[in-house]
């Protein structure tokens, strides 16, 4: 299995090919990811959500998500690695997030950072491609801002004007891709064909150029009182899994089922 390279992820919008792209936070999960032939793996600052248990990403620190990504790098053969730029290095000028990200790369030789912000912060995303780091961008629902915004409010017709000039900023100041996250199918459909890089939808629609999921969205592996989003399709059900394996092992240690010969020296 070859690495996938930038100028490889290049091609794919213009050979129709979609864009497969899952969040990861840990080595064998990252394994699994690569070998299941992922294409594009996320480090993401759900990290704060789904692994921290935190209700925003905003304190997910530069030194967390380094953690984290350099054990997805070592992990892969085949992925693409992005990792995200935690809150504030995206909002604090091309200085700060050059530096931010240029420790992600030396530390974990990650292949690209994903960047939340539209028309207001492309200077910054200039500054990180003439800086030789890949940026993804991330439009749309920017989580990093919900303070500002009070809540995870789905972009409809009335938000289109700031959005395609956001969107269309991203581009032009050279990002190679762009997350649209909880978009209105039509306008995400119609942000994709007007741009030339490949939109990555979550909650965007099935028009995107690729989808990306939150592994544990994915997956189903979460606490029984966080609600699953309208945007995510659980594939497997791993909490009554884990559940379910842990009760009867407790099961076995209690009534001395386990270890049985075959555990035992
Ligand atoms: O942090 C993250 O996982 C993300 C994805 C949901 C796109 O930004």
């Avoid at 800086?131 to 920017?142: E, F, K, M, S, W």
């Avoid at 459909?189 to 592994?215: H, K, M, R, S």
Wanted: with cysteine.
């Amino acid at each position: 299995m070859s690495k996938l390279t930038l100028p490889k992820i290049r091609t794919f919008k213009r050979e129709g090919r979609k864009i497969v792209v899952l969040t990861v936070y840990d080595y064998p999960s990252a394994r699994l990811l690569d070998n299941a032939g992922v294409d594009l793996l996320l480090v993401g600052d759900s990290l704060g959500n789904v692994v921290q248990g935190k209700t925003t990403t905003l304190s997910v620190t530069l030194d967390e998500i380094i953690y984290h990504a350099e054990m997805v790098v070592r992990a892969v053969e085949r992925s693409f690695v992005v990792v995200d730029l935690p809150f504030p290095f995206c909002q604090l000028g091309a200085a700060e997030a050059v530096r931010a990200a240029a420790r992600i790369f030396k530390e974990t030789s990650a292949d690209a950072v994903k960047f939340e912000g539209g028309k207001n912060r492309a200077s910054t995303i200039t500054a990180l491609v003439d800086a030789g780091i890949p940026v993804l961008g991330h439009c749309g629902i920017r989580p990093q801002e919900i303070r500002q915004t009070g809540g995870y409010f789905v972009q409809r017709e009335k938000d289109r004007e700031q959005l395609f000039q956001d969107i269309e900023a991203v581009e032009k100041a050279g990002a190679f891709a762009i997350v649209l996250e909880c978009i209105e199918t039509t306008l995400a459909q119609e942000a994709t064909n007007l741009l030339q890089i490949p939109t990555i939808g979550i909650g965007a629609g099935p028009y995107c150029d690729g989808q990306v999921l939150v592994f544990h969205d994915l997956l189903g592996y979460k606490p029984e009182q966080d609600r699953t989003p309208k945007h995510v399709k659980q594939y497997a059900d791993l909490r009554t899994m884990i559940f379910s394996a842990v009760r009867n092992y407790a099961e076995d240690v209690r009534t001395s089922a386990f270890p049985g010969k075959e555990n035992s020296f």
